[in-house]
T-cell receptor
Framework: AQSVAQPEDQVNVAEGNPLTVKCTYS??????LFWYVQYPNRGLQFLLK??????LVKGSYGFEAEFNKSQTSFHLKKPSALVSDSALYFC????????????FGSGTQLTVLP | GAGVSQSPSNKVTEKGKDVELRCDPI?????LYWYRQSLGQGLEFLIY????????KSGLPSDRFSAERTGGSVSTLTIQRTQQEDSAVYLC?????????????FGPGTRLLVL
């Protein structure tokens, strides 16, 4: 079985400050991990993914995420937030074993305040 | 290039009616997924297709839900005898193939409202 937890429903940060959106996962094997962003009335846009190798993954729009196997976490980060980063963020996991579909977290609403 | 497209973008129907939702994946993508996004349930997997293999229907919530994929491309999700709890956004995604860490690319979704 695979599962994802996003412990924060809402994250507020001031523009220009660093942001972190938290994600922890559970899989029986090794994980593929993804971050997606959703703007209002839009589908999900892919940001970045972790496959293997370097624990720091860089993605679109200046976002990055750090894979931590011991803590089973994959937190999304950005050094300097923009107001336009305000959106709903989803973490997702896929077990490298038999699962083909993604399992998503419940989402975190990020609000960047001007 | 063109992304995943879905139609209609919005659908309002009466309880008990049947609805069909369409998904056109990215050209060349052999894997196609349907997910449902609802307020109470978050994003949940419904079904996926990979090439000519039998689809994985393990996420379909009831036998009122079915899906087909014709010619390995366009897919239609059908909900029979719709219920109010079927109201949700139905998202389609495609990827180059399954079996590896391929990225799933999502369409804009169909927002279904059952009155």
């Amino acid at each position: 079985a695979q599962s994802v937890a996003q412990p924060e429903d809402q994250v507020n940060v001031a523009e220009g400050n660093p942001l972190t959106v938290k994600c922890t996962y559970s899989v029986s094997g090794n994980p593929y991990l993804f971050w997606y962003v959703q703007y209002p009335n839009r589908g999900l846009q892919f940001l970045l993914k972790y496959i293997t190798g370097d624990n720091l993954v860089k993605g679109s729009y200046g976002f990055e995420a750090e894979f931590n196997k011991s803590q089973t976490s994959f937190h999304l980060k950005k050094p300097s937030a923009l107001v336009s980063d305000s959106a709903l963020y989803f973490c997702a996991v896929r077990d490298t074993g038999s699962a083909r579909q993604l399992t998503f977290g419940s989402g975190t609403q990020l609000t960047v305040l001007p | 290039g063109a992304g995943v497209s879905q139609s209609p973008s919005n659908k309002v129907t009466e309880k008990g009616k049947d609805v069909e939702l369409r998904c056109d994946p990215i050209s060349g993508h052999t894997a196609l997924y349907w997910y449902r996004q609802s307020l109470g349930q978050g994003l949940e997997f419904l079904i996926y297709f990979q090439g000519n293999s039998a689809p994985d229907k393990s996420g379909l919530p009831s036998d009122r839900f079915s899906a087909e994929r014709t010619g390995g491309s366009v897919s239609t999700l059908t909900i029979q005898r719709t219920q109010q709890e079927d109201s949700a956004v139905y998202l389609c995604a495609s990827s180059y193939r399954t079996g590896g860490p391929e990225t799933q690319y999502f369409g804009p979704g169909t927002r279904l409202l059952v009155l």
